[in-house]
């Protein structure tokens, strides 16, 4: 019998090194998550806020913690627990970039374990399942999620609701249980209140139950699907209803119509011939800088075939060897019909239609389906445990139910007849084949009985033939891609399932997923190659075609093959994810901020500043009133204190540095009384002529003039006045002004003070230089 023990190493016992024996998968997955954690961790942080960050901590540093504040759609987007998130931290951090680039790398670990653990639920064990691992891990069109807070805190919830959404619908087809629709509620409302996007998590369910847990033509898997797990689209349309009524209360409507179907065209090309498939391959291996966003794509042409033509080799290859890969890759091109017809119907028509099949933060969500789609593919389905009925009388337990649990069962974490003594025995869903499976010593070796055989009719046309088993009886439905391989029993050659096998003492022997040494036997065809299969391939299907001639032929080729492939895939992916991390780095906001603080540092304490737009590059136009600088710096702590009117204001320039005000603008023409120019004074009115008409607008006014004792004076121009301070002696007085006309009038309230001026200027306040 295999001992249950601690492994142990030749200088004692060591849980790592055995651990990392017995479980050579996991460790390689544990390790490929941690090097895909620091790795997206060290390249945001190369970068910084940019654009969009901005206006949602200004909107967060001007607002109280309010319902209203938190159901507020930025840009159409209903995101409140992104606002909760991102008001948190602007109260707690100010405009720092650390917590955010922390705040990522920690959804992205909860995410990538997550996928992890799908993967290992969902498809066969083997050394391939590490392929759709790699590809979700180091995908190159999720660099945006995980660098950009105004992306990630949208992008990664819901891709951590899918996951989620997609791991309790899988459960509750294998098991029945209603409880895991509780979790698959729950996940949908988690990506929901994050991001709007995540309604679509609701057809990604529907879609993969019909595609790969039901049999039949379309229309006929169709309604099977509804027919046997109602229960899950009732409550998931209870929700879409209920967000639907919610968001479009609230929402504008952002449909809009192409300008020609040459624009469609166009965008579909750039999307899946520049975004999708090469992303997918680790393209584009040349970005396109785009401000201090993060880039878009621009793939060499080259590039792009190659990506084409390797995705068209994957996807003929692994048809070939399984017939469940038909389905994997129509539910991975219904999923991105979805996401394009969105949007297509939301970008197209706009200013942004010439890029919006380029940017990868568009389909970042396409990867989480992309990955799961090539697992299937290439590994096939997981077998799940069969409670169909055997041949024998079934036992009792010990409360006298007459279901006794099966050695499947105690290898299904969800199975309710596991009795305490056999406890110690269970294996969790998520252990692969081969795993240690303790046994208490005084337990009587038992022989599983052969599970019941499904009818089907080819992977397009299969069907259960017991749909109405009740859910006790058959808790798992009809699955005709999941169950349990079979294999010619060794002394009268019947099939038998694979997942049958004997529950007490074992010899050692080589464990064939992981490497150690212990569990029981499972198909040799797994991971090792035979002179029938080439390695990798994973446990096959009795419906599978047969392999082709040429890879059992020529295995050593195609392996070799193989892995120059995934190598050329994986350096490519090193390139353009360093190329992504030289474009992030380059950051006009960060630098703009650096010196404004130096600026405020170093100025005197009574420094004041007009209010002016940042630079477009660190905030468009378009997000006005969020790109002027007294709502830019209003998370600051050391903020500048901008005012309406000053005697000696100043700006911050576009580079961040502070200058004196000058206005630039129609002036005074020049006054009739020598060394005085315009002399107000008596309590009368002068009336001073503009070199140009201004229109009625928001305008500076500039005032230089000469006074003989206080008073307060009044500037008028096309009907609107202003008032101001008059001081004794030569001054100037800059104050805001909206009005319009070519003709200035100036009077003084005190008729003992006179007033001269010749310098009166109307325009844009601009540095002086």
């Known amino acids: 019998m295999a001992s249950t023990g601690t492994p142990t190493t030749p200088d004692g016992p060591g849980l790592l090194g055995g651990w990392t024996r017995i479980h050579p998968i996991r460790a390689a997955a544990v390790a490929m998550i941690l090097v895909s954690l620091v790795w997206r961790a060290q390249l945001a942080s190369r970068g910084y806020l940019a654009v969009d960050d901005y206006v949602l901590i200004a909107r967060a540093a001007e607002s109280d913690l309010t319902p209203s504040f938190l159901l507020t759609l930025y840009n159409n987007h209903f995101m409140p627990a992104a606002l909760l998130v991102t008001w948190l931290v602007t109260r707690a951090a ?6 955010y680039v922390l705040l990522l790398t920690a959804a992205q670990a909860v995410l990538a374990v997550s996928f992890a653990r799908l993967l290992r639920t969902l498809v066969r064990p083997g050394w391939a399942l590490l392929v759709p691992l790699a590809l979700f891990l180091f995908s190159p069109l999720t660099l945006e999620a995980t660098s ?12 951590i609701a899918m996951v989620l959404a997609i791991g309790a619908q899988v459960r509750y087809v294998r098991t029945g249980r209603k409880r895991h629709l509780a979790t698959l509620a729950l996940a949908v409302v988690f990506g929901l209140i994050f991001f709007e996007k995540a309604l679509l998590v609701v057809p990604l369910v529907f879609l993969l139950t019909a595609f790969l847990f039901v049999g039949g033509p379309p229309v006929r898997a169709a309604l099977s699907t509804v027919r046997r797990y109602w229960p899950s689209w009732l409550v ?6 209920a967000f639907l009524a919610l968001y479009g209360s609230r929402a504008e409507s952002s449909l809009r119509r192409p300008d020609s179907f040459g624009e469609v065209l166009s965008f579909l090309w750039q999307l899946l011939g520049s975004t999708v498939v090469p992303g997918l391959l680790g393209g584009p291996w040349r970005w396109l800088p785009a401000g201090d966003g993060a880039p878009v794509t621009a793939p060499p042409e080259l590039g792009r075939w190659i990506a084409w033509t390797a995705f068209l080799v994957l996807v003929v290859l692994t048809v070939r060897l399984r017939r ?4 994997a890759w129509l539910l991975l091109a219904a999923y991105l019909t979805l996401v394009t017809a969105l949007l297509a119907a939301t970008r197209l028509g706009s200013i942004y239609s010439d890029v919006a099949g380029a940017v990868p933060r568009y389909v970042s969500d396409v990867v989480v389906v992309a990955a799961l789609c090539i697992g299937v593919a290439l590994l096939g389905l997981r077998p799940a445990p069969d409670y169909s ?14 279901h006794e649990a099966t050695v499947d069962e105690r290898a299904d974490p969800e199975s309710e007849n596991v009795t305490p003594d056999d406890a110690s025995a269970q294996v969790t869903a998520d252990d692969e084949p081969g795993d240690p499976v303790p046994v208490p010593a005084e337990a009587e070796p038992r022989v599983a009985v052969p599970v019941t055989t499904y009818g089907g009719h080819g992977v397009l046309h299969a069907e259960y033939d017991h749909d109405e088993v009740p859910p006790r009886d058959r808790p798992s439905a009809a699955r005709p891609f999941d169950a349990p391989p079979r294999r010619a029993d060794a002394t009268t050659g019947s099939s038998r399932s694979t997942a049958a096998l004997p529950l007490g003492p074992v010899p050692d022997r080589p464990d064939p997923v992981d490497g150690g040494t212990a569990g029981p036997p499972s198909p040799p065809d797994q991971l090792t190659a035979t002179p029938e299969q080439p390695p990798f391939t994973g446990g096959r299907d009795p419906d599978d075609p047969p392999l082709p001639a040429v890879l059992v032929r020529h295995r050593e080729a195609v392996s070799a093959g193989l892995a120059l492939a ?4 994986g350096l490519g992916t090193a390139w353009t994810t360093a190329r992504f991390g030289d474009e992030w780095a380059v950051k006009s906001g960060r630098t703009y901020l650096e010196t404004v603080r130096a600026e405020l540092a170093a100025a005197p304490p009574d420094t004041v500043f007009f209010d002016q737009p940042v630079p477009g590059d660190v905030v468009p136009m378009l997000s006005a009133p969020y790109n002027r600088q007294s709502t830019f710096f209003h998370a600051l702590p050391e903020r500048p204190v901008f005012v309406t009117e000053a005697e000696n204001p100043s700006l911050l320039d576009s580079s961040g540095r502070i ?7 129609p002036t005074a023409q020049p006054g009739p009384e020598q060394a005085c120019g315009w002399k107000v004074t008596g309590g009368a009115t002068a009336r001073l002529p503009l070199t140009g008409p201004r229109d009625d607008w928001f305008w500076v006014v500039r005032i230089g003039y000469l006074s003989s004792g206080e008073s307060t004076g009044t500037f008028r121009l096309g009907g609107k006045e202003k008032r101001f301070p008059v001081k004794t002696g030569l001054h100037q007085i800059f104050f805001e002004f909206t009005g319009g006309g070519d003709t200035v009038e100036l009077s003084v309230d005190d008729p003992n003070v006179t007033l001269c001026t010749n310098e009166v200027a109307i325009g844009t306040p601009t540095p002086q230089q």
Not at 148 to 159: D, F, I
Not at 393 to 401: I, M, S, V, Y
Not at 566 to 569: E, P
């Open 389 to 402: 009925a055997s041949a024998d009388p079934a036992p009792t337990n010990r409360d006298g139910d007459p």
């Open 566 to 569: 995934l190598v050329a895939a």
């Open 94 to 99: 100010g405009l720092a970039y650390w917590p």
């Open 148 to 159: 950009w807070w105004a992306v990630g805190v949208n992008m990664l919830p819901m891709q």
């Open 236 to 241: 998931l349309t209870a929700l879409s209803l």
């Open 659 to 665: 200058t004196p005000v000058k206005v630039d603008g």
């Open 324 to 327: 469940v890969a038909v389905r």
